[in-house]
């Protein structure tokens, strides 16, 4: 696949095929994924695969803490503490645009749980990826980690496989940690679906907007 057609076609995909993917193809994907720059190429990325029995333990247990009452806590922030404009109204547009896909009316909450539940089921994917980094890492490295993230979806775009990056495990990470023995010297970056998208699922009708270049380019003088 061309890459400027891989990367134009990315999206997170909210529904996936049962369809196994077979070690050697993850492989692939990762070793194409790590050519990506890092700062003096330290690499500081690691990559905990799971499928299968083990996958299916994992989701239980998160659901298990989660109707448990365990709300989840993230190690890092990810979005702003205080949302202002225009982030918020991008914000707005992708999930009202999701939740009318999904028939979900406003203030549904009850099918609104239901669905971010399914993050947990990795959206049936059959491979979850999980992204961590040594603790002691600084903000560059996390940079680096961002590159090498765009890396794996690109490649898994490359083989004809779709993905999804996936925020909402930062919020268990105890419980990952503890399913998957990755051990504390390790930050939780993401989680990440693998495998082929099911195209009758309807949150994959999903497109969401780009600003144009003019809105978050500025030309100097002679460019």
Known sequence: MD???????RRSIRGFLPDP???A????ILAAASSAPSGSNIQPWHVRVT???EKARLSAAVRAAIAAGAKGEREYQYYPRQWREPYLARRRATGWGLYS??????????ATEAQHLRNFDFFG???GLFVTMDRDMEQGSWIDCGMFLQNVMLAARGVGLDTCPQAAWCDHHAVV???LGIG???VLVCGIALGRADPDEPANRLVTERVPVAEFVTFGDGA
């Open 101 to 110: 896909l999904l028939g979900i009316a406003k203030g549904d909450r009850a």
């Open 177 to 179: 940690r503890r399913e």
């Open 3 to 9: 890459v400027l057609e891989a990367m134009e076609g």
């Open 21 to 23: 993917v077979p070690r």
């Open 51 to 53: 499928a299968g029995a």
């Open 184 to 186: 504390d010297d390790q």
């Open 125 to 127: 994917a059959p491979v």
């Open 25 to 28: 193809v993850v492989e692939r």
